[in-house]
């Protein structure tokens, strides 16, 4: 790992950075983790931290799911030298003429069942593939993630969230 990160210290400043929004009855309450990405100091440590975390596993590209996993996830990708994969959700059909793979994801935290996707040709047989999101709760839209790599061909080298 090239940046000597301290896990505890960015810990901290996630947690610094970090802040829920609304009170806590209110159905809409969300946790806000924007505050992370307006901190240089602790953007550049971000996928360092996190790649230390999985330093054995040794994937050969990072899945994350937009919004955030697409944020946190090309940061991990850079310290471990592979490529990213971007998971769309509920993804409207294109144009393109492009093979993808969709799966439909167990009940997410709002009790809500997504569609995930992406590109069949992105996941290559064999890959070893680190998905990396800010946070998981329910672990669904893993668990779909996972699903999609099986039918890529690819395994779950691990999952990792950013909270």
């Not at 924007?34 to 996190?50: M, N, S, V, Y």
């Not at 937009?66 to 409207?92: I, N, Q, T």
């Not at 893993?142 to 061909?153: E, N, P, R």
Request: aromatic share 8%; charged share 25%; net charge negative.
């Amino acid at each position: 790992m090239s940046v000597d990160v301290r896990l505890e210290e960015v810990k901290s400043g996630l947690r610094g950075a970090f802040t829920w929004r609304g009170d806590s009855t209110d159905q809409h309450r969300y946790a806000d983790v924007t505050g992370w990405w307006r901190r240089p100091d602790l953007l550049k440590c971000l996928g360092p931290a996190l790649a230390q975390l999985f330093a054995g596993e040794r994937p050969t590209v990072v899945l994350g799911p937009e919004s955030r996993g697409c944020l946190l996830g090309p940061l991990v990708a850079l310290v471990f030298d592979v490529g990213f994969v971007e998971v769309r959700k509920d993804r409207v059909g294109s144009s393109d003429s492009d093979v993808w793979l969709q799966r439909t994801t167990p009940p997410d935290y709002r009790d809500r069942h997504l569609t995930l996707g992406f590109r069949k040709s992105l996941i290559n047989s064999g890959d070893r593939v680190l998905f990396v999101d800010d946070w998981t709760e329910t672990g669904g839209q893993a668990s779909g993630a996972h699903m999609l790599i099986q039918d890529a061909g690819g395994f779950l080298a691990r999952c990792c969230d950013g909270g």
